[in-house]
């Protein structure tokens, strides 16, 4: 465990106050605790403040004790204890958290840092010349299937290269980092493996397993039609020779896109036109109940079928995935 303490007193501000809109949801936090246990909400306070003022300083972290009636000691000791605080100014655009960790170094996290050093600064915790970026190296960040990957404040950007991490750092530095698409860089869904699934994709396995004696592992079962009273199947049309990448809808990934290929469902506009019975009819088809209507995928697709990558911006604020 390093030693961490708070910022010199030559940068640190007098005060500190919460926005009226963040006092506000500071007051509903508060409440969610039972009487008597209002201390528990430090961590979730001083997150905010530090979201705030991109640090937590030591005006942040008395004024939090005071809110939820605590010693500053005992405040001092968790703002000090977890490294998800940083306890000085780091960069206004970006922080980026670098994984050192076994699974990432080997995969190649020590090229990471060297961008780092070369596009931000030598030495960790410093900014570069006009204080806008900052890096550190961190231990595990739980994504060790996506190796290498970094954080930048709440986002994780896994499955890097050099030179994507450098161009993720210049967007963020040129004011663009809400645009950039967080998660595997490398056109993976989640942690799915690339390309799909290799093994146990039929039943060829089991009849070897039976014939050695062992336990059977049973392959996995293709979705059944579902029944007319849950919704209507929607229109399908031939495979066309350009298909829109249904990948760009937040939850769809591979596996998925080939599902809704194979009952002919290929571009923006079919998913668009889809109401109420056809989306209850594609939830019983793929079996995840309810993620057509979270993931907002008609709302998307409109906006893709009407005008790209750029609607999607104007509706969304944000880039596909």
Request: charged share 25%; proline share 5%; aromatic share 8%.
């Amino acid at each position: 465990m390093s030693v961490r303490r708070l910022a010199e007193d030559s940068i640190q501000p007098e005060q500190f106050r919460f926005s009226r809109e963040n006092a506000a949801w500071a007051k509903a936090t508060i409440k969610k605790y039972p009487k008597g246990r209002q201390q528990s909400a430090i961590i979730p306070l001083l997150m905010r403040a530090q979201e705030q003022d991109g640090w937590v300083t030591k005006a942040a972290i008395e004024s939090v004790a005071d809110m939820l009636q605590m010693p500053y000691i005992r405040a001092l000791e968790v703002a000090t204890f977890y490294t998800q605080f940083q306890l000085k100014p780091v960069g206004t655009h970006a922080h980026v958290q670098v994984c050192g960790t076994t699974p990432c170094m080997l995969r190649g996290s020590e090229d990471l840092i060297k961008v780092c050093k070369n596009k931000i600064s030598e030495h960790q915790f410093e900014t570069n010349e006009a204080g806008t970026l900052s890096w550190e190296e961190v231990e595990c960040q739980g994504a060790c299937v996506n190796a290498p990957m970094v954080m930048i404040f709440k986002d994780a950007y896994e499955d890097l290269t050099p030179e994507q991490l450098a161009d993720i750092i210049d967007r963020f530095e040129a004011g663009e980092g809400e645009n950039v698409t967080p998660g595997p860089q490398n056109g993976r869904h989640l942690s799915a493996p690339i390309g799909g699934l290799t093994t146990l994709t039929d039943g060829k396995a089991n009849a070897g397993a039976k014939s050695n004696g062992k336990a059977a592992v049973k392959a996995p079962k293709k979705p059944k039609e579902v029944a007319a009273s849950d919704g209507v199947k929607p229109a399908a049309m031939e495979e066309p020779d350009e298909k829109d990448d249904l990948k760009m809808l937040s939850g769809v990934g591979p596996k998925i896109e080939g599902v809704l290929n194979s009952i002919g469902i290929f571009k923006f506009e079919q998913v668009a036109a889809w109401k109420e019975a056809e989306c209850a009819w594609v939830d019983g088809f793929l079996k995840f109940k309810g993620r057509i209507e979270r993931e907002q995928w008609v709302k998307q697709a409109e906006a893709l079928a009407k005008g790209g990558v750029e609607e999607y911006v104007r509706v969304f604020g944000k880039k596909p995935r």
